[in-house]
Nanobody
């Protein structure tokens, strides 16, 4: 069983930056593929960025490529999402997720249904 807890969300002006953090506990993070997803009220959750267990595969949604960076620190059991040049359309609740599957193919790496463990989310609002 893995527990996840996001932090770092908030209100930021367009063009600003935030770093989301996800603290994990219960099992070593190193056996999990990880992902960041986001969801607006009444909408489906969408994959933002995901990373394989070994870190050799990373995906980004087209809308965030070049602006967001996913990273992990297995020693600290932490997952991060660095978000730069934020836009109003990045306003969502952001969730981190994990699944203990080292064989997850890249086409499924950032699909919501691939993930077993989820945090409660942190709100990001981009507005002037």
């Amino acid at each position: 069983q893995l527990q996840l807890a996001e932090s770092g969300g908030g209100l930021v002006q367009p063009g600003g930056s935030l770093r989301l953090s996800c603290a994990t506990s219960g099992n070593p993070l190193g056996i999990y593929a990880i992902g960041w997803f986001r969801q607006a009220p009444g909408k489906e959750r969408e994959g933002v960025s995901c990373m394989s267990v070994r870190g050799d595969m990373t995906t980004y949604a087209d809308s965030v490529k070049g602006r967001f960076t996913i990273s992990r620190d297995n020693a600290k059991n932490m997952v991060y999402l660095e978000m730069n040049n934020l836009k109003p359309e990045d306003t969502y609740k952001y969730f981190c997720a994990a699944v203990a599957n080292p064989f997850l193919a890249i086409q499924y790496l950032c699909k919501e249904r691939s993930y077993e463990y989820w945090g409660q989310g942190t709100q990001v609002t981009v507005s002037s």
